[in-house]
């Protein structure tokens, strides 16, 4: 497999055990109500032995940032929970709103933090701000007041961040991609850079890559790239080597969640 098995990889990309059922969860972008009935269908209709992969931005956007994280770690309580179940059966990807947030929390060292944060802003973090106790002026207003007062802005969102039971612990544990083996599935946030080997993506994972749409062949001996955001949220859709499932939570649409079976084949649908 294109890319596999340096220490990086074993970090950061997660191999699934393989050889069953895998459920993915599209972009969910604080829609916690989305979550909350999406859970309750993949909670009927999961079997002992399935595999469960978050492919990214829990956070950022919509109205229960906060409360979509919790929906999150306690259905992953409840999934590893079943008979059989491994805690390696549940995976958290690293999406663009959770690499933003972490890098919010350190914008006192940005170079320009005043057009990082403006960008920040124009990509959906201001509900993430919000949703820990802070408001989008006052980061205006440390910024313009400088690195101290950043400082003690930038801290006091990590404090209330790191007071939510599990919270700072799921940011920590993110995977940038997870696969269910040669010749198996790949998932990633938004994309890869098809001209990139796998252990070079990067950022790639969570800003997407040129031409992922356009895969004139399976990438790095996967069958299908799967991703669960995309900027156009025109999902579910099955391309020839690539599946896209952002069906637009967070913007307006549904979340969405599929079951890929042990072939590669999409086999269910679900819409919240």
Known sequence: MAGAGGPAEHQTILALRGGGRIWAVAAVHGEADRLDDLHAQLLAKSQAGDQLVYLGNLLGLGPKVKEALDAALLFRRAFIARPGADAADLVFLRGAQEEMWQKLLQLQFAT????????????????TIAAYGGTVEEGRQAIKEGILALTRWT???RTVFRGHDGHAQYLSALRHAAHSGEGGLLFVHAGIDPTRPLAAQSDSFWWGGGGFSDLAQPYGGFMKVVRGFERKHQGP???AHTVTLDGGAGFGGALIAARFEPDGSVS?????
């Open 268 to 272: 269910e649908i679900l819409k919240a």
């Open 112 to 127: 320009g933090p005043a057009q990082v944060y403006d960008w920040m802003l124009s990509q959906g973090v201001g509900p």
């Open 155 to 157: 801290s006091a969102l």
């Open 237 to 239: 859709r099955t391309d």
